[in-house]
């Protein structure tokens, strides 16, 4: 299986740019996506195939990557984007998905 | 508007199997799979599989074949996920999700397995 690697989490004060990490144990090409889960509710596609915004998702946030390098960013940080961050690879089969980043703010 | 509607937690005993619906709405059902996920503290999201819901034609992943049966009712445009032979491992939220990049989840289902 494509093992997704993210960093386990981040804490940064609002304002501030956040970048978060997502190396894949092999290619999965663009087909890498984001999502935002809160707690007590469902992930949230924020960004689709790397670098495409979801519908009605701010500007805020961004992707970037191909192949086994992925990263998004959130910039500028905001109070409410406390959440865990996943990342999801639909290239390979089975599906996967990263073990997520807790974003925290100072 | 899309909306996937799953249906209310579960609480069964080892060995048992539970049923767990999605009912869409808000889009031409067929047009479309239907994904399952799991989520667990644990072992935090997993796919399970999806079903073509035009066809009825499955794909699992390995780890779930055995465990999860798929299957859907284009009548009522729900899809339905049966976990089988359940032990405590199989207690999580499970997920239904729309398309690939799944821009769309259900709310999730709470299935707890204890004696």
């Known amino acids: 299986d494509t093992v997704l690697t993210q960093s386990p989490a981040l804490a940064v004060s609002p304002g501030e740019r956040v970048t978060i990490s997502c190396r894949a144990s092999?290619?999965?090409?663009?087909?890498m996506h984001w999502y935002q889960q809160k707690p007590g509710q469902q992930p949230k596609l924020l960004i689709y195939?790397?670098?495409n915004l979801a519908s009605g998702v701010p500007a805020r946030f961004s992707g970037s990557g191909s192949g086994t390098d992925f990263t998004f960013t959130i910039d500028p940080v905001e109070a409410d984007d406390i959440a865990t961050y996943y990342c999801h690879q639909s290239w390979n089969s089975p599906l996967t998905f990263g073990s997520g980043t807790k974003l925290e703010i100072k | 508007q899309v909306q996937l509607q799953q249906s209310g937690a579960e609480l069964a005993k080892p060995g048992s199997s539970v049923k767990i619906s999605c009912k869409a709405s808000g889009y031409t059902f067929t047009s479309y799979y239907i994904s399952w996920i799991k989520q667990t503290t644990g072992q935090g999201l997993e796919y399970i599989g999806y079903i073509n819901t035009g066809s009825g034609g499955t794909n699992y992943n390995e780890k779930f074949k055995g465990k999860a049966t798929l299957t859907v009712d284009k009548s009522s445009s729900t899809a339905f996920m049966q976990l089988s032979s359940l032990t405590p491992d199989d207690s999580a939220v499970y997920y239904c999700a729309r398309g690939w990049g799944f821009a769309y989840w259900g709310q999730g289902t709470l299935v707890t397995v204890s004696s």
């Open positions: 092999e290619s999965v090409s663009t087909l």
């Open positions: 195939k790397a670098s």
